[in-house]
């Protein structure tokens, strides 16, 4: 086919999500239902209900985005979408992308998440740890910034998401040094995010090496699919590779717009966003308007990605008749 398929991460989490695909599409109940059991708590219920802060507690966070993307993928094959010819996810995504892969089993992958999740959580005291989106400045720019801030703290460039827009990360101290020098530079904006796990940082280096423990005691296979790994924009090998480089993404950079161009340059014709939210269409669009973008963050959103999917291979079938 000639569409790909991509998870979202942590911060698209939204009280009240999935709940029309729920209505639509019984998986949706039987995949919450299904971590629930596996996580102790009844996650659809703190979706649906809250608290608010909760549902934002990174702990907490991860294995719900987790469930959400395998239930939009759920639903996807329920509603006799296709199978896609790539898969990749933002940072938490790609476990999604791996469980759709069957390169992991769902319940595995909720049990290293919980992991991860706690570890990164633990990983830099509360308070310590912070990060900050830089809008409007190149890359090189805000590698520079970066290393003029980190005089006397850690701050460095951990999410590179879109032309013009990328996520620091590091000690609070150099975040906020770092903020005030990128506004000097000529940033649209430069704003610190409500989150206290300073993510892909090197400050979570140790979070790493502790999270490779559980990885190697966890069964990983080769992707049925091929999945395109964030962290360098190539796809996973096998299982020994999937381990390897799933320890190393916790502590280091999210390269998306190279992932992203990596699916075009394969030839994807359109990029669905699979899961709750918008976020990742919205930046696929500033790395390239020449690719259809739909999401499945509801039911409306179901059927403009299944009509996404069918033009673009129209379109292809047609050049190639």
């Known amino acids: ?141 805000i590698v520079g910034v970066c290393a003029r801030a980190a005089d006397d703290g850690i701050v460095e460039p951990v999410n590179f998401n879109a032309p013009g827009q990328v996520v620091i990360a590091g000690d609070s101290g150099a975040v906020e040094r770092a903020i005030e020098l990128a506004k000097a530079e000529g940033a649209k904006r430069a704003l610190p995010l409500p989150v206290s796990v300073p993510a892909h940082s090197s400050l979570l280096e140790d979070a790493g090496a502790l999270l490779a423990e559980t990885l190697a005691a966890t069964a990983f296979t080769a992707p049925e699919i091929p999945v395109i790994a964030a962290s360098d924009a190539k796809p996973y090998i096998d299982g020994n590779d999937i381990r390897t480089r799933l320890a190393r993404q916790v502590h280091t950079p999210v390269l998306w717009a190279a992932t992203v161009r990596a699916l075009i340059a394969a030839g994807t014709r359109a990029i669905i966003e699979c899961g709750p939210g918008k976020v990742l269409a919205g930046l696929m669009r500033r790395i390239d308007r020449g690719v259809r973008v739909a999401a499945i963050d509801g039911s409306d959103g179901l059927a403009r990605s299944l009509e996404a999917v069918e033009t673009a291979a129209q379109e292809k079938q047609g050049e190639t008749s």
């Open 1 to 141: 086919m000639t569409f790909a398929m991509v998870f979202p991460g942590q911060g698209s989490q939204a009280l009240g999500m999935q709940a029309d695909l729920a209505r639509d599409y019984s998986v949706v109940s039987d995949t919450y239902c299904e971590a629930s059991d596996i996580l102790g708590f009844d996650i659809w219920a703190l979706v649906q209900e809250g608290p608010a802060e909760k549902l934002g507690a990174t702990v907490v966070t991860q294995p719900t985005m987790l469930t959400a993307g395998v239930a939009a993928w759920r639903v996807w094959n329920e509603a006799g979408g296709v199978a896609p010819m790539q898969l990749a996810g933002h940072s938490l995504g790609e476990y999604s992308a791996l469980v759709c892969a069957g390169a992991v089993s769902f319940s595995d992958a909720l049990r290293v998440v919980e992991r991860r999740a706690q570890l990164m959580q633990e990983a830099v005291p509360v308070g310590r740890g912070s990060m900050a989106a830089i809008l409007g400045l190149d890359d090189e720019t």
